[in-house]
């Protein structure tokens, strides 16, 4: 299906890109060659002429999720991270200000503090989920572009994506959509001008594949960002495009398990004593459900608990059997967390630190009954 018509989300996941256009093949084959014949120079009639610059299989990728996004344009690259900072370069210039929110993943604060901050760029926070702090913080720093998450990493703040492209004025809306991925939640329909994904989480949902993408529907945006896909050369291999668009066609079936463990999980402990506090936007008094109800389909497979004391934290962490302590989330199996010490450890001793004592799951697709009873095992042995 060359063309993404009115098809339902699962459709499409399936069907744009396959079969291959040019072959026809139902599953698109591995395109490994480097370099590719051309009838003369500078005039490649394939439209292929070295694989840095661009890949059939990548190429079909690309497709693949802007339909899904419904984007115009889509560029993937070897991780999320060099997808964050080729649409980094791409809008700010030394002098520029961006307003970050202040519960962001470790990485993408690492990313802008450690490289964007010394090359000249101001680093503003603000509580993106509180709408009156934002339009202060616009008015004070005048920022280039807004960088956001929600649901955030890893407290699940969640923020008013159509609100914030209202009030952002000539500031570019950059959204990290890798939580919610464009199942739950397509940010560009709700005012968004860049949506951001780490493709090795949900999307590919395997653990056995890295991969970011960029998908706007701002030419020019899209053209800087190719440009840097090219001269830059962080650019997502054959085999991992092939990878990625295997996974992406179980994601439907994949995000409505997450998300039904995760909602599982989440209102047991949401009565158990052993716990002082969930994070997570599909519980009634977490104070951005009703938010999230009307701009998500589902609430998602991650969330997070904290617990007395770094010590029961720890505890909890050697204890589980089905969650495995892992850096990463988004996997058909269960991972567990140190947000403090792991993912989020470049915030430590800022204002955005993450507590000791917060644990966060990422949930997978096992049997519900099983993974409730992994974590009030682990609870037990936590509090005891």
Known sequence: MSEAPNYGFATRAIHVGSPNPLTGAIIPSIDLSVTFEVDEPGNPSTGYEYSRVGNPGRHLLEAQLASLENAAFATTFATGLAAED????????????????????????????????????????????DLDAVARAIEQHSPRALWIETPSNPLMKITDIRAIAELSGDALVVVDGTFATPYLQRPLELGADVVVHSTTKYLGGHSDVMGGVVLTNNPEVATSVAALQSAGGAVLSPCEAWLTMRGIKTLALRMD????????????????????HVYYPGLSDHPGHGLAATQMTGFGGMLSLELRSEAQARAFLK?????????SLGSVDSLVNHPATMTHSALQGTSLEVSPSVVRLSVGIESTEDLLADVDQALSVATR
């Open 86 to 129: 080729a649409i980094l370069r791409s809008i700010l210039r030394p002098g520029d200000t961006m307003l970050l929110g202040d519960d962001v993943y470790g990485g993408t604060y690492r990313l802008l503090n450690d490289v964007f901050t010394p090359w000249g760029v101001t680093l503003a926070v603000v509580d993106s989920s």
């Open 257 to 276: 398990q997450h998300c039904r463990n995760a909602q599982a999980i989440a209102d047991i402990l949401s009565i158990d004593r052993r716990v002082t």
């Open 319 to 327: 204890a589980t059997r089905l969650f495995s302590l892992a850096g």
